[in-house]
């Protein structure tokens, strides 16, 4: 057996694509999609060994999905079930790490315009919870600030209690966009208020979604999980942790569990078994990190925490991390 497959499978790669590597975690072989009939000295495209999904690496590629989709690529039809174990396949569906779907359908949302010139105050704010760290505003992934035109453009349908906050939105609050474009998620610029927030639902998804930014290490399987986005902006763009070399990716909750954003991370970004760092709120407690972990430990590779010692999360200065393995 190569993990849940069939030691024929191993062959019939090495007959259709002509290379196979196995290694602990992952069956790297060709990428039928950009490098068929292609000789190199290393290949992109990697198959978990626990579980039938695949993906390939290349940066002009990046294709991805069940493992049903790579055989129809090949062969013309699936043919998973001559090459999957099927107690293996049972086992790892009744551990809810098979998903039913990689290609869902989701619209495109389109971004408005920043218009700095129109939001001073907006534009301050961000810049603050940015330590005025110099960054183009325009570089930032998902960012609204005209409100209105970013509900008209998209033709959101505005129901009776987003019609009565609207002005209100456009006025006070900046907005960020989701990964898969499911949700804005609406910071209020005035922290004297008692509405600090607003959660817009675009479009449904099959799982959570959630703002990312980028680590060093596109192939690492180390992630970094926070609460809120100012939170992993502040540890990927100072690196307080210095970790942003081995990180591939920081993820916001945004408000959910952290078990519904590690499903949904394992689910978008293909990384099987991650190893998952949380910058944790000093008010969750460590026991609910160790639950965490004993009765998911099938879909992580380990768990660390770390709190700030001197403030509630890691957007707040001065940064003490204190660091707990679990």
């Known amino acids: 057996m190569i993990g849940i497959y069939q030691d024929d499978f191993k062959e019939y790669l090495e007959e259709t694509l002509g290379y196979v590597k196995i290694t602990n975690k992952n069956i790297i072989t060709k990428c039928p999609w950009c490098e068929y009939q292609k000789e190199k000295d290393h290949y992109h495209l990697h198959i978990a060994k626990d579980a039938p999904i695949f993906h390939c690496f290349h940066a002009s590629c990046d294709k991805g999905g069940l493992l049903k989709k790579l055989l129809e690529k090949i062969e013309g039809r699936d043919l998973s079930d001559e090459f999957i174990d099927k107690d293996k396949l049972k086992e790892l ?55 209105l035109e970013f509900i008209k453009i998209n033709n959101i349908p505005v129901g009776e209690s987003l019609f009565r906050i609207q002005d209100y939105l456009e006025s006070n ?47 690492s399987k180390k992630v970094v999980l926070a609460e809120g986005i100012f939170d992993i902006f502040s540890a990927q763009i100072f690196d307080r942790l210095n970790i942003k070399n ?73 940064l003490i991390p204190i660091r707990e393995v679990i």
């Open 93 to 147: 569906q009744k551990n809810k790490i098979i998903f039913d779907n990689k290609d869902e359908k989701l619209q495109n949302v389109i971004l408005p315009d920043l218009k700095t010139y129109k939001y001073p105050y907006k534009e301050l704010y961000i810049k603050k919870r940015l330590k005025f760290f110099n960054i183009p505003l325009e570089s930032i992934n998902g960012l609204i600030f005209d409100v």
């Open 173 to 219: 609050f900046i907005g960020f966009l989701t990964n898969n474009k499911t949700t804005a998620i609406f910071r209020n610029i005035d922290n004297s208020q008692s509405m600090k927030f607003y959660k817009l639902k675009i479009q449904q998804s099959n799982f959570l979604d959630y703002y990312k930014l980028p680590g060093n290490s596109k192939y």
């Open 246 to 318: 081995d990180v591939s990716l920081y993820a916001s909750v945004l408000s959910s569990k952290y078990l519904s954003l590690i499903h949904s991370i394992i689910f978008y970004e293909q990384i099987f078994k991650p190893d998952v760092i949380i910058l944790s709120d000093r008010g969750i407690p460590l026991d609910y990190y160790k639950k965490l972990k004993k009765y998911n430990n099938h879909l992580f590779n380990s768990l660390t925490i770390y709190y700030n010692k001197v403030g509630k999360d890691f957007n707040d200065t001065p």
